[in-house]
Nanobody, 125 residues
């Protein structure tokens, strides 16, 4: 049984930093894409960033230069380092993974095979 378990969420002031972790079990994801989505109250889940199977990364425009996705394949874990946080970054953050054979846009939730349960990030002004 595949599980993705996020940790590291919390409350932080604007301008601060947080680091989220997502530990995977039940499957090795070293050849797959792993990344992050977020969902604010009343809004749809949106793509944040991803580490693709070849190691390259992709981000939504609003987090470029502030967020960094990295991974440790030995630990089967992906991270999201969030700096210069803004109140509009407040959301539940979800870890997501998709098998290498998957195609389609990285921005589309339908193109992911596995999801974590989410961790709350709240940024106060």
């Amino acid at each position: 049984q595949v599980q993705l378990v996020e940790s590291g969420g919390g409350l932080v002031q604007a301008g601060g930093s947080l680091r989220l972790s997502c530990a995977a079990s039940g499957r090795t994801f070293s050849s797959d894409a792993m990344g992050w989505f977020r969902q604010a109250p009343g809004k749809e889940r949106e793509f944040v960033g991803i580490s693709r199977s070849g190691g390259s990364t992709l981000y939504r425009d609003s987090v470029k230069g502030r967020f960094t996705v990295s991974r440790d394949n030995a630990k089967n874990t992906v991270y999201l380092q969030m700096n210069s946080l803004k109140p509009e970054d407040t959301a539940v953050y979800y870890c997501a993974a998709r098998r290498r054979v998957r195609s389609g846009s990285y921005y589309d939730t339908a193109n992911y095979d596995y999801w974590g349960q989410g961790t709350q990030v709240t940024v106060s002004s």
